[in-house]
């Protein structure tokens, strides 16, 4: 693909999930750099034990450069928690320009059981948060961007539900030291939203409204961090959060969407192979 110029994002709302830490965060960040307004969502309101990052943290740095900010406690497994996120960013800013599905659950007990050991309750949490969650909030959105001209949508995926991997590769590992890989709940779930994003994205195009998915690859996030040392993932491969963050940034300012939506790329790879740098 052939690097595209970027629009100039000056004035956009975005709803950014999952941004009181890791790589949401880093994208709040580097929206307001481009002079973007942003709504954050996540659960951690108050200091964790357990995880570094709050929303309260990430509005503060974000609005010490000058944007405007709103931080929204959100449950992304409650639908009325959603629809207030949505509600609260147009009372705020007017409306949604580009929607960030970027939270997962990506903790507790689930993440140390393989198919047999998980409970219903826990495999529908998974799709509750991963598949059900982005789908309720492009409902929600895709009528007001369609209002405003326009929108884009960026889902964040896992290149673990084997959707770029290749027949000659090696098969995925079940475990990296004590950490475990095999998470059934977690990939069908998030393989699940990519077919969803494919399946939309014709629809969405009419209303120039454009849907993305982008594979992040192994992040050196904080809980990557925490993971290596607790309990032996191997981190030589991750990459600095900005380069998943400067590729969402990119995916909302092309200049041609067209050419991506209903597609799924993976970050990494393409910030190398379209030249495209991190400031």
Same mark, same amino acid.
């Given at each position: ?13 975005? !709803? ?11 994208? @709040? ?11 954050? @969502?996540?659960?951690? #309101? ?34 009325? &928690?959603? $629809? ?28 140390? $059981? ?13 799709? &509750? ?12 959105? #895709?009528? !007001? ?8 949508? !960026? ?16 098969? $995925? ?20 939203? &990519? ?24 992040? @050196? ?7 290596? $040392? ?6 030589? #491969? ?28 993976? @970050? ?10 991190? &400031?």
């Amino acid at each position: 693909m052939d690097r595209q110029s970027e629009i100039d994002l000056t004035g956009k709302v975005a !709803i950014i999930t999952g941004a009181s830490r890791g790589v949401g965060k880093q994208n @709040a960040l580097d929206f307001a750099r481009r002079g973007v307004n942003v709504v954050l @969502a996540a659960r951690t #309101v108050d200091p964790d034990d357990t995880l570094p990052g709050t929303l309260g943290e990430t509005l503060k740095q974000v609005e010490d450069m000058g944007v405007g900010a709103l931080a929204v406690p959100t449950d992304l497994a409650s639908e009325a &928690d959603l $629809k207030r996120l949505v509600e609260a960013a147009v009372e705020r800013f007017g409306g949604v320009d580009i929607l960030v599905n970027n939270a997962a659950a990506t903790t507790g007990e689930m993440w140390q $059981k393989g198919f047999l050991g998980l409970s219903r309750e826990e495999w529908l949490y998974q799709f &509750d948060v991963n598949t059900h969650a982005p789908f309720t909030l492009m409902q929600l959105v #895709v009528p !007001i961007m369609e209002a405003r001209g326009g929108g884009r949508i !960026i889902n964040l995926t896992t290149g673990s539900g084997e959707v770029f991997r290749q027949p000659e590769e090696p098969r $995925k590992l079940g475990s990296q030291g004590n950490f475990s890989l095999n998470v059934p709940g977690y990939f069908s779930s998030k393989r699940a939203l &990519d077919r969803l994003g494919n399946c939309i994205a014709p629809d969405l195009a009419t209303r120039n409204i454009y849907v993305i998915g982008m594979n992040p690859g192994l992040v @050196a996030t904080e809980l990557v961090a925490i993971r290596v $040392k607790e309990e032996g993932l191997d981190d030589s #491969v991750a990459v600095p959060m900005t380069v998943p963050s400067r590729m969402i940034v990119y995916f909302a300012a092309c200049a041609n969407p067209e050419e991506y939506t209903g597609r799924l790329f993976w @970050a990494e790879r393409e910030l190398a192979a379209m030249g495209i740098p991190l &400031d």
